[in-house]
């Protein structure tokens, strides 16, 4: 990915022949139209927008979590329901964080796109850094270790394309296990949306494409659907890919894919995430419909249990995107591209919305991911 300038506003604190046969040479490869939407394109810039709210709306049914996001560039924060800043933590030594994961013992891990993952100890202090193509994600394992999503650009059919992988990090910052999604691709292709990347062309502008862009890695729990069907079994990986429209488990060890959501269709999904009840929560950006939705699916027949899109106020977000079930039926959506958060209760009425404060030369600055906080983070 590239990098982008960095952002100028603060929070407060803060892509032959045969045998005797005469053979007419084969017509070279026509050159294929590709969408933008495959390019490998960059994740910084300005969300739409020109005023700067804090905290909008806060009904009763909000939570009272705290918050945790980045501002995009070397800042892990902790905000409260007020929108205030009650803790930071600055990544020394990279231009761009992307998301952090908390630690058990107060200390965080750091994604800083295309440069790598920082572990930091509960007071700030850099206890190892890895320098990685990194991008997306952070999933954590029951052994310590992290999932992380990278990306090589390879020559494929004629043209530049990236791919991604999955890379398993250890606790102590050592590279343990990769899984290449280019070895899958015959699978990822017959499954997923077709893509003008799989025909070959011999004059293709100079670009970057993307074919699957991998933007969700979750380890799977324990659930009573994983006990019912191996396929949903803990350990196997839940998996988003982007540019297929597809959302999938595979099992890290055989390296199959054992399953995949047939329906509802998506429009360019983002942050698959199975909960312990089974259901399958998916940010659907709506790229070419232009109106996004938050889904909430039951995962063994594909129904969809729940759908939030604004209703009178549609939002739209057309990369990034993030959907988070809390307790109580609750859901927490991070709209990216208009830098805001919004929390409906279990009968879909509003009850809490955060934009940033952060500016990006003008318009409010985008978001990656706002989650709110596990029980216990940040620690005091």
């Known amino acids: 990915m590239n990098r982008h300038s960095r952002l100028l506003g603060l929070l407060w604190i803060l892509g032959l022949t045969t045998c005797g046969e005469v053979s007419t040479p084969a017509a070279a490869p026509e050159t294929v139209d590709i969408p933008s939407s495959l390019l490998a394109l960059g994740y910084g810039g300005a969300a739409t927008g020109d005023h700067l709210p804090g905290v909008s709306l806060r009904a009763p049914g909000a939570g009272s979590e705290i918050l945790l996001t980045t501002d995009g560039v070397q800042r892990c924060l902790a905000i409260d329901r007020r929108g205030e800043v009650i803790w930071s933590r600055v990544i020394p030594g990279r231009s761009r964080v992307e998301l952090f994961a908390p630690l058990e013992d107060g200390g965080i891990l750091a994604l800083s796109t295309d ?7 509960a007071t700030g202090e850099v206890q190892w850094q890895v320098e990685l193509a990194a991008h997306h994600e952070l999933s954590p394992d029951n052994d310590g270790s992290f999932l992380t999503a990278t990306h090589r650009v390879i020559d494929y059919l004629g043209r530049r394309v ?40 011999t004059n293709e502008p100079e670009a970057i494409y993307d074919r699957f862009h991998l933007n969700s890695i979750q380890t799977l729990p324990e659930s009573d659907l994983g006990q019912r069907d191996k396929r949903f079994a803990a350990g196997n990986l839940l998996l988003c890919l982007r540019n297929a429209d597809l959302v999938l488990i595979i099992n890290p060890t055989s390296k199959r894919v054992l399953w995949h959501l047939e329906s509802p269709s998506l429009d360019r999904p983002h942050g698959a995430r199975l909960n312990h009840a089974g259901q399958l929560s998916i940010f659907d950006n709506g790229w070419h419909r232009g109106r996004s939705r938050a889904l909430i699916v039951e995962t063994e027949s594909g129904a969809v249990l729940r759908e939030e899109d ?17 307790d109580g039926g609750r859901l927490l959506l991070t709209l990216s591209e208009e ?33 709110a906080s596990p029980a216990g983070f940040p620690p005091h």
């Open 310 to 326: 604004g209703g009178e106020a549609p939002f739209f977000t057309r990369t990034r995107g993030f959907v988070q079930q809390l």
């Open 339 to 371: 830098g805001r958060v919004l929390e409906y209760d279990s009968v879909g009425d509003l009850v809490f919305e955060w934009a940033s404060p952060l500016r990006s030369k003008g318009p409010r600055s985008a978001l990656y991911r706002v989650v």
């Open 162 to 201: 990236r791919f991604d992988a999955i890379e398993r990090v250890s606790s102590d910052g050592q590279v343990t296990q990769v899984l290449d999604l280019f070895d899958l691709r015959a699978e990822l292709i017959a499954l997923g949306q077709p893509s003008p990347l799989d025909k070959e062309t």
């Open 115 to 121: 440069e790598g993952l920082t572990r930091l100890s």
